[in-house]
């Protein structure tokens, strides 16, 4: 095998040049609301209610990078570009990050886990059980998630049946 059909192969399995320092690109730029949180609490710039500003700042985040992930494919089908897809993987996984952070942040800062008034909260919200219920359906994608454990073996159909059913 030539040296230029060994590059033109290695190139295929791997995608265009540019992918690898977007992602890296994109994984920095993903990590900035979580930065403007820190920073925002180390400088006293979280408000009057902090738990407030960053329960409704990480829920926020967690749906901007839902819309993100789902508007990938779309995208990728528009413009052709396919390796679009290969950003979806790292998206979808920053929404579930953001997503345990806000949950976090409700059930332990804003209620001490303290299961009675959530129950009260639900009653009065029911937004935070539609909330939970999204929350629990992101739990088996995310967990499906990793190449390693789903792509290499048999199990790679059953992700996309739950990919599909979501």
Request: hydrophobic share 50%; with cysteine.
């Amino acid at each position: 095998m030539s040296s230029a059909s060994q590059l033109k192969t290695t190139r295929a399995a791997t995608g265009p040049r540019w992918v690898v320092p977007a992602k890296v690109i994109v994984f920095i730029a993903m990590l900035f609301p979580l930065a403007r949180i820190v920073v925002l609490g180390m400088t006293g710039g979280l408000g009057a209610n902090p738990i407030e500003f960053i329960t409704r700042s990480t829920g926020l985040w967690t749906l901007v990078y839902l819309c993100i992930t789902l508007a990938i494919t779309s995208l990728r089908r528009l413009t052709g570009v396919n390796a679009l897809a290969r950003f979806r993987r790292m998206i979808g996984l920053y929404a579930f990050f953001f997503a345990v952070l806000h949950c976090t942040t409700y059930i332990w800062f804003d209620k001490w886990f303290d299961v009675t008034e959530i129950l009260k909260d639900i009653g009065k919200r029911p937004f935070i059980t539609v909330g939970f219920a999204a929350f629990v359906l992101l739990i088996p994608l995310a967990a499906t998630s990793p190449k390693a454990m789903w792509c290499a073996s048999s199990a790679g159909a059953g992700r996309r049946c739950i990919g599909r059913s979501m």
